[in-house]
């Protein structure tokens, strides 16, 4: 907070008006604001925060002896310092010092309320640029963030929501957030925070109740790491709001293979091109289904019945399709091996189509 040009200047201006020292106290920023600089004891300022602390919790105790007057700073109807005079050498007790200190209590509030707005638009350039891959040196992240309030030298968490929900309703709360996109919206959790998996639990929670189909990453425990977490997490949320992925109950498989994606794409694509391409070729030429009878005969546990049921086909239908999957691709959907094999292509495929709509 020692390094804030707009509250400085606030200071300055009353400091002069009054010919005493000034001081302004922000709880929530860290050491006061005093003009002229080192004119108030430590001692005194540590008195002049716990004074602070116990206006803004609503239980001010008396002002320390030094002071000639102290006004609160509101924002709204919160009380979230004060602005204090100490005695000086004019008597800096009278009404129309007072007034001054009123006036200096507004202009901290609004330089407040400006500060706040700006260092949003920073968090939300910020988050847009890890996601577009332009933040890309790890101790420039963390110096960023570290401006924003937020620490990031121990990693994060990433949650991303996708869908028609209100980012407008979403608190930021610790976190660093931003919409990215139509529809997607991603915040970072830091892992310095006390709570950092409830914090990001609790938040994928909110985005859900706005409307957001909503991922939470893996915590990424290093600054560098922090792109892959929104990555991990803007996958996942695709996948969850993609019909023909069969998302539920089988997050961390897809979870396993994203993470082979950010580390090493053509092992993704090449699990692809040896199950499931054979069978989207097939497709394509002949015109028929054989891909989508096998996700639905995988996704209903290997029940011919139900996928008949599904699909409104013969059983016998059915049986002949999934014989057909066993010639083209080389793997049979009956048997344990061959049905693990073709439910980690079409997994794969699906996590790539999802990679190409990022």
């Known amino acids: 907070m020692a390094g804030d040009d707009g509250l400085e200047r606030v200071a300055c201006a009353a400091s002069d008006a009054l010919s005493s020292p000034v001081a302004i106290v922000l709880p929530s920023l860290g050491a006061p604001v005093v003009w002229p600089a080192d004119s108030i004891p430590e001692a005194l300022l540590g008195e002049l925060m716990r004074y602070a602390v116990a206006a803004a919790e609503g239980a001010p105790g008396g002002e320390p002896e030094a002071v000639a007057h102290a006004v609160p700073i509101r924002i709204g109807s919160d009380v979230v310092g004060v602005v204090v005079a100490v005695q000086g050498p004019n008597g800096a007790g009278s009404a129309e010092h007072r007034d001054w200190l009123e006036a200096a209590a507004a202009a901290v509030a609004v330089t407040r309320l400006m500060g706040d707005g700006q260092r949003g638009d920073s968090g939300r350039a910020l988050v847009r640029a890890l996601v577009s891959g332009s933040a890309s040196d790890p101790t420039a992240l963390v110096a960023d963030a570290l401006r924003l309030g937020i620490d990031l030298g121990a990693g994060a968490i990433a949650v991303c929501g996708r869908g028609a929900g209100d980012p407008e309703l979403i608190d930021e709360n610790g976190a660093l957030i931003a919409s990215v996109r139509e529809g997607r919206i991603v915040a970072l959790v830091p892992l310095a925070a006390e709570h950092p998996e409830r914090d990001a639990g609790a938040l994928a929670e909110r985005l859900a109740a706005v409307g957001f189909e909503a991922a939470v990453?893996?915590?990424?425990?290093?600054?560098?790491?922090?792109?892959?977490?929104?990555?991990?997490?803007?996958?996942?949320?695709?996948?969850?709001?993609?019909?023909?992925?069969?998302?539920a109950g089988q997050e961390e498989t897809y979870r396993l293979l994203i993470g082979v994606l950010l580390r090493d794409p053509?092992?993704?694509?090449?699990?692809?091109?040896?199950?499931?391409?054979?069978?989207?070729?097939?497709?394509?030429?002949?015109?028929?289904?054989?891909?989508?009878?096998?996700?639905?005969f995988l996704a209903h546990h290997g029940s011919t019945t139900e996928t008949a049921e599904v699909m409104g086909?013969?059983?016998?239908?059915?049986?002949?399709?999934?014989?057909?999957?066993?010639?083209?691709?080389?793997?049979?959907?009956?048997?344990?091996?061959?049905?693990?094999?073709?439910?980690?292509?079409?997994?794969?495929?699906?996590i790539l189509a999802a990679a190409e709509r990022l």
């Open 313 to 350: 086909l013969h059983r016998h239908t059915v049986g002949y399709r999934l014989s057909r999957v066993h010639e083209v691709s080389g793997l049979s959907p009956y048997e344990s091996d061959g049905r693990e094999r073709l439910s980690l292509g079409l997994k794969a495929a699906q």
């Open 266 to 296: 053509e092992e993704v694509e090449q699990l692809q091109s040896s199950t499931i391409t054979p069978l989207l070729a097939y497709d394509s030429e002949h015109d028929t289904e054989l891909l989508t009878t096998l996700g639905t």
């Open 217 to 247: 990453s893996a915590p990424r425990r290093e600054p560098s790491l922090v792109r892959e977490a929104i990555r991990e997490a803007m996958l996942l949320a695709e996948l969850a709001s993609a019909p023909e992925a069969a998302f």
